[in-house]
């Protein structure tokens, strides 16, 4: 028996996430998977960086990226095709004192259905516009830091420093930890607004002190029962095939070790052939040398009483 709760799971129609680690924390793959996730839709991708020696500064394999050094103006920006993603690798400090990009992440964004990724290693890096930025962000996107005061404090400012201190010790054997905010509306509503996993078919969330999976209604339907109070237990067609799956794993694991046996009786019998082989062997080398010994003494005897003596 187990207790369940349903909720409404949305994420809103447009995505300005602030992604916040230390270098090699892997904000670049994160922002990768998320995109590929399709939690929302876009065609183009910008992606702006702060090297303008290079063409194109990662390899990931979209057919629409257009790669651009520096910040782009306010012409720019009017002329990007709304479904949009703007991406801007390491140049949190160059946007925060923008007033194009301020404008973008409070009015430009949504008017335009253009998404937005800003991707730093610094979380409170000062700038003009930097706390409209980071306010204007629905998502943030905690990785490991060097100052790992830094995540603690985000949590205070947001008052999710129980979610975010759970988060922290589910993390702590992780490669890349990374703890995802849901900043919007609903996630207000629902109660639901750290993820450690977002990208998994099971989605874990943290909710004051304690850790939850996410699981489609369908899928919950096709496992459990519901008995009312917030409390399901699971099907007896689901118990069925779980007790099958384990008399068949056992019933393999039997056969198994059959066949280990009977092959370690095949082995036992051949190194028993083998011995008494070896044992034969030994027996026939002995009685040749034995013979061969005989036969000379007996031609050292003939040769002896054939000779005169005085």
């Given at each position: 028996m187990i207790r369940y709760r349903e909720v409404d799971l949305k994420f809103s129609d447009i995505w300005r996430v602030f992604i916040s680690g230390s270098s090699s924390a892997g904000k670049t793959y994160f922002a990768n998977q998320?995109?590929?996730?399709?939690?929302?839709?876009?065609?183009?991708?910008?992606?702006?960086?702060?090297?303008?020696?290079?063409?194109?500064?990662?390899?990931?394999?979209?057919?629409?990226?257009?790669?651009?050094?520096?910040?782009?103006?306010?012409?720019?920006?009017?002329?990007?095709?709304?479904?949009?993603?703007?991406?801007?690798?390491?140049?949190?400090?160059?946007?925060?004192?923008?007033?194009?990009?301020d404008y973008l992440y409070r009015v430009l964004s949504t008017k335009r259905q253009l998404h937005c990724m800003i991707m730093t290693q610094r979380y409170y890096s000062q700038g003009k516009f930097s706390l409209n930025i980071r306010n204007s962000s629905n998502y943030h996107v905690l990785m490991r830091n060097a100052d790992e005061n830094t995540n603690l404090r985000v949590a205070h400012t947001m008052k999710l420093k129980p979610e975010i201190e759970k988060a922290n010790e589910l993390n702590e054997n992780k490669m890349y930890p990374y703890i995802f905010i849901d900043c919007n509306n609903f996630s207000r509503l629902s109660g639901i607004k750290v993820f450690i996993d977002i990208f998994g078919k099971v989605k874990k969330v943290i909710m004051k002190n304690d850790a939850y999976a996410l699981i489609l209604l369908r899928e919950f339907d096709s496992e459990f029962t519901k008995l009312g109070g917030n409390l399901a237990i699971r099907n007896e067609t689901s118990n069925k095939q779980r007790n099958r799956d384990d008399c068949l794993e056992a019933k393999t694991s039997e056969e198994k070790s059959g066949e280990s046996r009977e092959t370690n009786s095949d082995s036992t019998s051949n190194d028993s052939t083998n011995s008494s082989a070896a044992r034969s062997a030994s027996r026939t080398a002995r009685n040749q040398k034995r013979d061969q010994f005989e036969r000379s003494i007996r031609k050292i005897i003939h040769r002896y009483k054939k000779r005169s003596f005085l």
């Open positions: 998320l995109l590929k996730l399709g939690l929302f839709q876009f065609d183009t991708i910008y992606y702006f960086h702060p090297d303008f020696h290079e063409n194109q500064p990662i390899d990931w394999e979209y057919k629409n990226i257009v790669f651009v050094p520096g910040l782009p103006s306010l012409d720019d920006l009017l002329a990007i095709a709304p479904n949009s993603c703007l991406i801007f690798d390491d140049l949190y400090e160059e946007c925060s004192n923008d007033k194009n990009i």
